[in-house]
Structures are given as structure tokens and as C-alpha cells.
């Protein structure tokens, strides 16, 4: 069990990291703006269609492939949906270092019983 009272407290420090403070902030701060919710929305919905049609083997058509790379762009112009885009790229930065530094440990454990 100490195994998994170290992995809760892992997570309790992920939670207090300035990465995960800030991509709360920047979460509260898109609720609060209506235009960028539907921009980052109309997005998730382009782009489930688009995977949707790759899975089922079927290439994207050019209206769909224009309106995500409009709705992108509009993404990136959007300060409030490119500041949590920002805070979401770096908390899966912390979060493979992470898992790396788990990996490193797991094999330093593999060489020493070898």
C-alpha cells in the first residue's frame, strides 16, 4: 500500500504544481468568455469529424479540412483559447517528465536486480 500513498501524493503535488494552478486559472477564465468556449467547442466538433472519417477509412474533404484550419486559426487568435491551449501543453510537458522520471526509476530498479 505505501506504493499507492505515493502515487496519491504524487498526484496531490501535480495538483499544487504552477502547471496545474495555471491551467485552472486559464479553464475559469474560458468559461468566462462565450466566444472562445464556441471557438474551442466548433473545433472538438471539427475535429471528431475528421477522425471519425479517417477511421472509417474515408479522407477528410476539403470544406471540412478548410473549416478546422479556419476554426484553428481563430483558435490561435483568440488570446483566452491560446493561453489554456498554452497551460494544457505544459502541464503534458510536466506529466511526461513525469512519467519518464517513472520509467527512469522502474529501469534503475531492473538494472540493480540483474
Partial sequence: MA??????ELGREIKNSKEYLDLKEKEQGLSED??????LEE????QQQLESAQNMGMQPDQE???KFNELRQQMHQNETVS?????QQ?????MKQVNQAITDGIEESSE???
Fill in 34 to 39: 462565450p466566444e472562445a468556449k464556441e471557438i
Fill in 64 to 66: 471540412q479540412m478548410n
Fill in 90 to 94: 505544459e502541464l503534458n510537458e510536466l
Fill in 43 to 46: 473545433v472538438q466538433q471539427v
Fill in 3 to 8: 506504493l499507492i500513498e505515493k502515487a496519491k
Fill in 112 to 114: 540493480d536486480t540483474e
Fill in 83 to 87: 493561453a489554456f491551449a498554452q497551460a
